[in-house]
């Protein structure tokens, strides 16, 4: 939040390159000047991940063991010494760290990710299970912060330093400063309680769920099974229950958004062409949604890819707050749980999917403005 | 600085435009000669500030003032204790509504909630002066050390820094908080627990801005004079190279604080936080209020969420604010009316 902030501000608008996460395909890049083109960048880019993912386990992995074994951390105190000391072994724990470190690491690239202590389960199997939900969160919350923080940050821009524009920043830096939880406590204590609109937590009522359960090959997203069956009741159902949590977390990356789009605005709309075509005529609403939207928007598809490790962040509060059944919930029903091997697992693989993404995100970026792959 | 600037003749509007850089001229070079207080950051931020950016400064200002006032005065002001259930041998009862006794009622725990909204600001600051102090040392030094001896040492740093730096910071900092307190939270503990794990998260920022201030800085005449004149390693890099890289911290300072206090909140919130006995914390308490929001209890967590988003609109206000100060193209000019594009399209479109 802090970078992106600064960054916004200090990057000049035409020029915002990869930025943030991103940080290292641009020295890359850069090393790779004048030779290669589209598929250099991309290839040194997906290369660059394996040394961020690898970074990231070796901190955590390290980190985690540093006070101790997790077995020791869950059952300490419940069992004698003696008791510990045998699950311990059991569990591979009273080896050399190294080994220990080693092994976790070929199981990672075996894509096994290590087995929760308490329910036994692999955590593999909690991110296909439970990612989906995550995923359709996190899509619905960024349609949500596009929706408020495209046309919002217009409008600012155009009534820069005016009180429309002070109204919205405000409106912008409190959407930051409310924790996300604090904003799903007040949409339910208003919809759900209040007015009794829409459902209090959870995906998908119980009988909807029975219904849902009837499709064949269910994909992770439960408005499009919705869809599939095209059963209106159970759209809605499955529509209200999305509503509050997609508000919740999408407002934190609208504000985020607005900024940007109104620095960057601000940036464009004094940039000679806008000059030129406002001199041959073109009214000043289609100078800001056509000529200078356009270019301020390349700045928000670098800034999305950082936008996604904060999201999956966020969603680890929202899906608390609304019992939004996804990796988030999970990482805090093991972590209250004092499950750490499921903890490590969780956090490791969601390390993956973010390095992944802003890899994704970077070649889209690439892809759209040439002077990022140089 | 008083010599006005060439005019070009038969243009009276860049003929007014010169004199009023000569204004500022004379502005700038009154300020190079003032008391050092009034060039401290804030102070010199809020005299350069006009207008809406003003009141915005302010209103942060007063905010963070408030806060920091509460923090202080906390036993005064409070009622009661933030770990107490009843006065003079009567329980306070649990989950009573707004009241004579209780203005903000009492929580499922039976505690005062306008007390522990109040000596809930004790921890925020803490945490908050804890946290962004520990950050800013670390990541200054690694900045400064990283920049000016490069090398390995620096690619890895780099290479550590913007690993961390990718990886969602409420994650790192719930993975800090089981390595440091092995999530149980004890008093004082508990607080720095919670400092330590929000410092990890920052450190790379202050790393970043230190280390690309410094490495553009190495190639200046006015080091390589000094190094030429013989001044040491430490020499440089604390003298040369650090007073000249400070220029953005304030910013990262205030920005960093606000953030220190929502992760604080979070972190209370999934349960990570500090025992309701050792201190009051508000993400802990909202925590508590969720259930109590399902059956329409509402004050347990409207006033430590309001507490919260308080505490950090001020801080972030003043950052902002700075932010907008520091950056010329988004500074509210004092004097110049009418200038080219930028202030036409707005009048234009109002």
């Known amino acids: ?374 | 600085m008083t010599i006005p600037p060439p005019q070009p003749p038969g243009e009276s509007a860049s003929a007014q435009e010169g004199t009023e850089l000569a204004a500022e001229a004379a502005v700038v070079s009154a300020t190079a000669r003032e008391r050092w207080y009034l060039r401290l950051p804030i102070i010199s931020h809020l005299r350069r500030s006009v207008g809406l950016q003003r009141g915005m400064l302010v209103a942060g200002l007063v905010l963070v003032l408030g806060l920091l006032a509460t923090a202080l005065f906390a036993p005064l002001l409070a009622p009661y204790g933030f770990a107490e259930t009843s006065a003079d041998g009567a329980s306070f009862g649990t989950q009573q509504p707004p009241s004579g006794a209780h203005p903000l009622g009492t929580t499922v725990a039976g505690y005062d909630v306008l007390s522990r909204v109040i000596w809930g600001t004790r921890t925020a600051v803490a945490v908050m002066a804890c946290a962004v102090v520990l950050s800013l040392f670390i990541g200054v030094a690694l900045g400064l050390i990283s920049g000016y001896v490069g090398g390995w040492l620096d690619r890895i740093l780099v290479m550590l820094a913007d690993a961390i730096y990718a990886f969602p910071s409420l994650l790192l900092a719930i993975v800090m908080s089981i390595v440091i307190s092995g999530g149980q939270s004890s008093a004082g503990g508990g607080i720095l627990a919670a400092a330590v794990s929000i410092t990890v998260v920052f450190v790379p920022q202050y790393f970043r801005v230190i280390r690309a201030e410094v490495v553009r800085l190495k190639a200046e005449p006015f080091v390589e004079a000094a190094k030429v004149i013989g001044t040491g390693h430490r020499r440089i890099m604390g003298t040369h190279l650090l007073r000249n890289s400070t220029r953005t911290l304030p910013l990262i300072f205030t920005l960093n604080s606000s953030e220190a206090i929502l992760t604080l909140a979070a972190l209370g919130f999934l349960g990570f936080g500090i025992e309701p006995t050792s201190a009051s914390e508000w993400g802990y308490d909202l925590n508590r209020a969720m259930a109590d929001a399902t059956s329409g209890i509402w004050w347990t967590g409207l006033f430590p969420g309001l507490a919260i988003v308080a505490a950090v609109l001020g801080v972030t206000l003043v950052g902002e604010s700075i932010n907008d100060l520091n950056d010329p193209r988004l500074r509210v000019r004092r004097k110049r009316r009418g200038g080219p594009a930028g202030t036409t399209s707005t009048e234009a479109t109002a």
């Open chain 1, 1 to 374: 939040m802090t970078a992106d902030l600064t960054r916004s501000a200090t990057d000049e608008p035409a020029d915002a390159g990869p930025s943030g996460s991103s940080a290292p395909s641009a020295t890359a890049g850069r090393g790779r000047r004048g030779g290669g083109g589209l598929g250099r960048y991309i290839l040194t880019r997906f290369l660059l991940i394996i040394p961020t993912v690898l970074i990231l386990m070796t901190v955590v992995f390290f980190l985690m063991r540093i006070t101790g074994d997790p077995i020791t951390a869950a059952l300490g105190g419940r069992l004698t010494p003696d008791q510990l000391a045998q699950r311990r072994a059991e569990a591979g724990y009273d080896r050399p760290l190294i080994i220990q470190y080693l092994d976790y690491l070929w199981g990672v690239v075996r894509g096994d990710f290590g087995t929760t202590y308490t329910d036994r389960t692999p955590v593999a199997k909690i991110l296909t299970e439970y990612g989906g939900a995550t995923a359709e969160l996190v899509v619905y919350a960024v349609v949500v912060a596009l929706v408020i923080g495209v046309p919002l940050g217009m409008l600012a821009a155009r009534a820069r330093d005016r009180w429309g524009d002070l109204a919205l920043r405000v409106l912008a830096i409190l959407g930051y400063a409310t924790p996300v939880f604090f904003v799903g406590l007040l949409l339910k204590l208003v919809f759900s309680v209040g007015l009794g609109w829409l459902p209090v937590a959870g995906r998908i009522s119980s009988r909807g769920e029975l219904t849902m359960g009837k499709i064949l090959n269910p994909t992770p997203f439960y408005l499009l099974d919705a869809i599939r069956l095209g059963d209106a009741s159970l759209l809605w159902d499955v529509i209200s229950h999305a509503i509050l949590p997609a508000i919740a977390l999408g407002l934190l990356t609208g504000g985020i958004f607005l900024r940007l789009v109104r620095t960057n605005m601000i940036g464009t709309l004094e940039m000679p062409y806008v000059d030129s075509a406002r001199s041959r005529g073109v009214r000043e609403s289609r100078l800001t949604t056509r000529h200078a939207l356009r270019p301020a928007l390349i700045p928000i598809i670098t800034v999305m890819g950082m936008q996604i490790a904060m999201m999956l962040g966020g969603a680890v509060l929202t899906e608390t707050t609304f019992e939004w059944k996804g990796l988030g919930y999970m990482l805090a029903e093991y972590m209250t749980a004092r499950d750490y091997v499921a903890v490590q697992g969780i956090v490791m693989m969601l390390a993956v999917i973010v390095a992944i993404s802003n890899f994704l995100v970077d070649v889209i970026a690439a892809l759209i403005d040439p002077r990022v792959r140089y």
